[in-house]
């Protein structure tokens, strides 16, 4: 029996490798392996791509957060966000100073126009409670709006690592069956017509999981840094308002 099976892995019936597997699977085997090769690349991809964006806009916001902290007033920290447009924060700001100042314009506007023909002009108009609520609200859907930019890939992340498995299963099953369809039509049940068929399906399985476990790991370790990074707008979106409130602007 020892000789027979030695002669039938010199003959190459037998697969003495992972590789040998993949080369001699069925149809089904390689089409979902081909799918699965596919998803890897896509979610690699995804992982270099989401990594370098976050970087890039981390890296900018604490620049820029820094300067902003040593400014000491409003037009130092205007011309500040000028010179750097290029970043979520500066966006912010001037998303906020734009804000102010057309709000401040409406009021005034208003004020004049209530006044009577005659009487004193009217002091430069401040900003309502409504309208700082508004400014907040504001800045939070501008700090939302640069988070979904960065992390519009990301929900595919999370769909790789999650159906990767059911692909693999899928083919481990499909795979099974056919080894034991096999099985039965050449009436054979020993181990060595058992072994090929059985390892074949499982290199499914394995592939599927060298799939998930990256992207399942890529898209944890983004989301926890895209919601440091949403805690850093937030901050700074209450800084400006602090800012403005100080220097009597609202």
């Known amino acids: 029996m020892h000789s ?16 040998e597997l993949v080369v001699n699977a069925s149809t089904v085997t390689k089409v979902v392996l081909g799918l699965l090769a ?11 791509g989401v990594w370098r964006s976050l970087a890039k806009a981390a890296n900018a916001a604490e620049a820029f957060g820094r300067d ?9 920290a205007s011309s500040l966000a000028k010179r750097t447009p290029n970043g979520a924060l500066p966006r912010l700001f001037i998303r906020a100073m734009h804000f102010v100042a057309d709000a401040r314009v409406a009021n005034q506007q208003l004020r004049e126009r209530a006044t009577p023909i005659g009487g004193d002009a009217p002091a430069m108009s401040t900003l309502s409670g409504s309208q700082i609520e508004t400014l907040h609200l504001l800045l939070d859907s501008e700090a939302s709006d640069e988070r979904d930019r960065i992390s519009r890939f990301l929900p595919w992340l999370a769909t790789i690592g999650s159906v990767s498995p059911l692909i693999g299963l899928l083919g481990t099953v499909l795979g099974v ?18 072994a090929p068929g059985v390892a074949e399906a499982l290199i499914a399985t394995a592939a599927a999981l060298s799939v998930a476990i990256p992207a399942t790991f890529g898209y944890n370790i983004f989301a926890s840094r895209l919601n440091r990074f949403d805690s850093r707008m937030e901050s700074f979106g209450t800084a400006v308002i602090a800012l403005l409130v100080r220097e009597g602007r609202i």
């Open 4 to 19: 027979f099976n030695a002669l039938l892995q010199v003959a190459g019936a037998v697969p003495t490798s992972p590789w």
């Open 38 to 48: 596919f998803l890897s690349l896509l979610s690699w991809a995804i992982i270099f």
């Open 68 to 76: 902003f902290d040593r400014s000491r007033s409003i037009d130092e």
């Open 177 to 194: 069956i056919d080894a034991f369809v096999g099985i039965a039509s050449k009436g054979s049940g020993n181990l060595s017509a058992v």
